[in-house]
């Protein structure tokens, strides 16, 4: 069973960066059949797609959000990466990783619990 | 602001049928795949539909999806308490280039 954990502060000074990091277990990331993405969503809003990137690097991302993005993924630990610079309050929300699989049709079949980041000073 | 629309909420007595829709556009809906997924309180969102009208294991044959051109609809039969959650559609959008989810519907159990 694939499970999926997200790591990482759970607050961020406005102007930082926010870093969190997806640890994959019971599945290797290094499948051609997956991308791994993130998805946020802000306290009692909908969800909102960030970004995803393949194990050989092919990354995606949100044309809202491309600027300040940036997915990178370590084949060696298992786990993907989310770097967004320049936080300001709207950034705040919980931060989900995903997978992607595209034996369903390119839907997000398994999901981390979620991590809730908060920008303040 | 989300390209797939959907009604902000749905409600329905134990047993009833309950229809969500999700309304996009010939980028994203008429031309890839529709999923949803539900989203329970306090809970990481679970995938209920994939490509369009399929159910992963696990989800019971109440639940059923379908699409017709630039929109899609999911019905839940039989209604539980259970059922109670947020529901979202989601596919890729060719003209975004990005993968992008509905507004998002609250089912509420009467």
């Known amino acids: 069973q694939v499970q999926l954990q997200e790591s990482g502060p759970g607050l961020v000074k406005p102007s930082e960066t926010l870093s969190l990091t997806c640890i994959v277990s019971g599945g290797s990331i290094s499948s051609s059949n997956y991308y791994w993405g993130w998805v946020r969503q802000p306290p009692g809003k909908g969800l909102q797609w960030i970004g995803s990137i393949h194990y050989n690097g092919d990354t995606y991302s949100s044309p809202s959000l491309k600027s300040r993005v940036t997915i990178s993924v370590d084949t060696s630990k298992n786990q993907f990466s989310l770097l967004l610079r320049s936080v300001t309050a709207a950034d705040t929300a919980v931060y989900y990783c995903?997978?992607?699989?595209?034996?369903?049709?390119?839907?997000?079949?398994?999901w981390g619990q979620g991590t809730l980041v908060i920008v303040s000073s | 602001q989300s390209v797939l629309t959907q009604p902000p909420s749905a409600s329905g007595t134990p047993g009833q049928r309950v229809t969500i829709s999700c309304s996009g556009s010939?980028?994203?809906?008429?031309?890839?795949?529709i999923h949803w997924y539900q989203q329970l309180p306090g809970a990481a969102p679970k995938l209920l539909i994939y490509s369009n009208s399929l159910r992963p294991s696990g989800v019971p044959d109440r639940v059923s999806g379908s699409k017709s051109g630039t929109s899609a609809s999911l019905a839940l039969s039989g209604l539980q308490s259970e059922d109670e959650a947020d529901y979202y559609c989601a596919a890729w959008d060719d003209s975004l280039n990005a993968y992008v989810f509905g507004t998002g519907t609250k089912v509420t159990v009467l």
């Open positions: 995903a997978r992607l699989n595209f034996w369903n049709g390119n839907a997000y079949d398994y």
């Open positions: 010939g980028s994203n809906i008429g031309s890839n795949n």
